[in-house]
C-alpha cells in the first residue's frame, strides 16, 4: 500500500511541468501560431453555432405559423436579394405586406401569385410560401457549415505543421 504518494503532471526534460498546451499537442508551436490556431477553430465553432441557431430560428417561425395558420393568395411585388415582398389579403379584407418580406422565397419571380402560410396573428410579420418549411435551410446551411471545417481543417493542418528551419 501507498501511503503519502503525489501525484503531478509529467515533467518535461528539464524537470519543470508540462505547459497546459502540451494536453492539446500545441506544446511545440510558436505563440503567434497558437494564437492563429485558437482563432481559427474558434471562428469555426462560431460559424457552426450561428447555422444551427438559424436552423433553430426557423424552425421557431414555422413553429408559430403552425399554431395558428391562415391561408391566402399573394401577390408577388418584388425580389431582391435581402427579401421578397408580397402582398395578400386576409379574410377580414384587410392587406398586409410583411415588411421584412416572405420565409422561403427560391423561384419567385415579381407578378407571380403564390400560396402563402401566415401567423393569423401576426400577419404582417411571419409569412412562408405554402408548402415550405425550415428543412430548406439544411442544404445552405449544411454547406456553410461544411465548408467552414474543410478550411478551418487545412489551416489548423498548415499551422500544425514541423516547422523547419531556414537555410542560409
Do not use: C, K
Amino acid at each position: 500500500m501507498v501511503e503519502n504518494a503525489v501525484v503531478a503532471r509529467p515533467a518535461d526534460t528539464a524537470g519543470r511541468q508540462r505547459p497546459r498546451w502540451a494536453l492539446f499537442g500545441m506544446d511545440n508551436l510558436t505563440p503567434a501560431r497558437r494564437g492563429w490556431l485558437i482563432a481559427v477553430v474558434s471562428l469555426a465553432v462560431l460559424l457552426t453555432v450561428m447555422g444551427l441557431l438559424l436552423i433553430a430560428g426557423a424552425w421557431r417561425d414555422d413553429h408559430a405559423i403552425e399554431s395558428r395558420m391562415g391561408h391566402a393568395d399573394a401577390d408577388v411585388l418584388s425580389v431582391a436579394f435581402d427579401r421578397t415582398v408580397v402582398r395578400f389579403t386576409t379574410p377580414d379584407g384587410s392587406s398586409h405586406s410583411p415588411f421584412n418580406g416572405v420565409l422561403y422565397p427560391q423561384d419567385l419571380q415579381a407578378g407571380q401569385r403564390v400560396q402563402v402560410e401566415y401567423d393569423t396573428s401576426h400577419p404582417d410579420d411571419l409569412v412562408r410560401v405554402a408548402g415550405r418549411d425550415y428543412r430548406l435551410a439544411f442544404l445552405p446551411v449544411g454547406m456553410m457549415v461544411g465548408i467552414t471545417w474543410a478550411v478551418a481543417a487545412g489551416l489548423i493542418w498548415w499551422l500544425r505543421r514541423p516547422r523547419t528551419p531556414a537555410t542560409t
